[in-house]
């Protein structure tokens, strides 16, 4: 009895073998085409953040994105966003972006409007993810471009073991009113949590950065009164600093330099983050934290 028992306990395993053999899980991917250029579309207008001023539509280069929590853009965001580093495939050269809204509408049902249609005036390139942003909707200006570039890398620790790192980029995208991008260039200044001492001012090169600017990746060195909790969430203290050039409306005497905001970020060491400052100097410089990299 007891060798049946062994055999009919073989001629299950191998009646159930090849059905869990079928049972592998399938997934939805495809090699990505390096002859394509790989664009993300940033809405970077001076609107309200409200529903009116969702994007529903995208249409990159004749090819239409429609709304499904993915493709759409609330202000001050980025398609496509809910996976961290993807991008729409297009073809590379210059890239025209179209962004539809759509409304209610109780005899027509819902109206799909154009908010924004333009052309940009930089190739976007093969291989390459490209930033394309959009920042004005008044005037059809063409889109900015930036290349997003590679995050860089860090071990946990430095060789004393008590510095640790992480990374940013920063862009200025912020009005001096509406319809009137800043004269000013923004500095960074980054202090220690502790005791307020600059340890570093970015950009580096001291002339600052312009409108529609951004840094390049900078690191950012963690010291242990920067570390919260054990699990390494870290604060790095920054203030931005205005310098607005002689001859500007708002000073036209003379250079004109305001603190503007004391900002923090809050991040965990190795992470990279791209910061969006923008918003109306007349009202309120705000900050907007996309595109985390990182092991957490």
């Known amino acids: 009895m007891k060798y049946i028992k062994y055999l009919v306990l073989a ?23 390096y002859s394509k250029a790989f664009v993300q579309v940033y809405y970077m207008a001076l609107v309200k953040s409200n529903a009116d001023n969702d994007i529903k539509y995208i249409t990159i280069n004749g090819q239409e994105y429609s709304y499904d929590h993915n493709s759409m853009i609330t202000p001050y ?10 991008s729409y495939a297009t073809e590379p050269g210059k890239c025209t972006i179209k962004l539809e809204t759509e409304s ?3 005899d ?15 190739d976007v390139k093969p291989g390459i ?40 980029r920063l862009y200025n995208y912020l009005w001096d009113a509406p319809g009137k991008p800043t004269e000013a260039r923004l500095f960074f200044d980054v202090r220690r949590k502790s005791n307020g001492e600059i340890y570093a001012t970015y950009p580096e090169d ?8 951004a840094t390049d990746y900078f690191t950012t060195i963690l010291w242990e009164d920067q570390i919260l909790d054990s699990d390494g969430y870290i604060y790095v ?38 910061y969006f ?18 092991a957490k």
Not at 20 to 31: A, I, L, V
Not at 156 to 164: F, L
Not at 206 to 212: E, H, Q, Y
């Open 11 to 33: 001629l299950i395993v191998a009646v159930m073998a090849p059905s869990c053999s079928q049972d592998k899980p399938e997934f939805n991917w495809e090699d990505a085409d």
């Open 77 to 86: 965001n980025f398609s496509p966003s809910y996976v961290v580093g993807s």
């Open 104 to 106: 209610g509408n109780d």
């Open 108 to 122: 027509d049902g819902y109206v799909r409007k154009v908010v924004y249609e333009g052309t940009t005036e930089v």
């Open 129 to 168: 993810v490209s930033q394309v942003i959009v920042w004005d909707t008044t005037a059809n200006a063409a889109p900015h471009v930036h290349e997003f570039g590679t995050p860089p890398l860090y071990n946990e620790v430095d060789s004393t073991g008590n510095s640790r790192f992480a990374s940013a």
């Open 206 to 213: 001291g002339v600052g950065l312009a409108f529609g600017e």
């Open 237 to 274: 203290r920054q203030d931005i600093r205005a310098v607005w050039p002689v001859g500007s409306e708002l000073y036209p005497e003379g250079h004109e330099e305001i603190l503007l905001k004391n900002d923090y970020w809050s991040t965990y060491m190795g992470r990279s983050y791209h």
């Open 277 to 294: 400052y923008h918003g109306d100097l007349k009202g309120n410089v705000r900050s907007k934290k996309l595109t985390r990299f990182g």
